[in-house]
């Protein structure tokens, strides 16, 4: 199963976010056990700059996808770049 590769990736190219490591894993473990759900897998980082957000979606989406973060299934919403202005949230949403 590719969640052993996920689970390796994880260990070895995330340094200093153990915390994310083991929640991230879990989240889509649980996905994955549930062949039942029709929604799909959405996944929210948050934090500062430069802490891993996007290194760890990509890590996912490599392990999930045969295309990786370039599927057609993945969508990669970075906050300042897709939704530049505060007063348009509403829009946003």
């Known amino acids: 199963m590719y969640i052993s590769g996920l689970e390796r990736d994880l260990q ?6 153990h915390l994310a490591q083991s929640v991230v894993l879990k989240a889509i473990q649980g996905f ?3 062949p039942e759900s029709n929604k799909p897998l959405t996944l ?3 934090g ?3 802490t891993g957000k996007n290194f760890v979606a990509r890590i996912v989406a ?3 996808y045969r295309d990786g973060i370039k599927s057609e299934c993945v969508r ?3 906050a300042p770049f897709h ?3 505060a007063r ?3 829009v946003y949403k």
């Open 32 to 34: 994955i056990k549930n």
């Open 88 to 90: 348009l949230v509403d």
């Open 48 to 50: 500062w700059s430069g």
């Open 83 to 85: 939704f530049p202005h």
């Open 12 to 17: 070895v190219k995330l340094h200093g976010q």
């Open 62 to 64: 490599d392990n999930l």
């Open 44 to 46: 929210s980082f948050h």
């Open 76 to 78: 990669l919403f970075i």
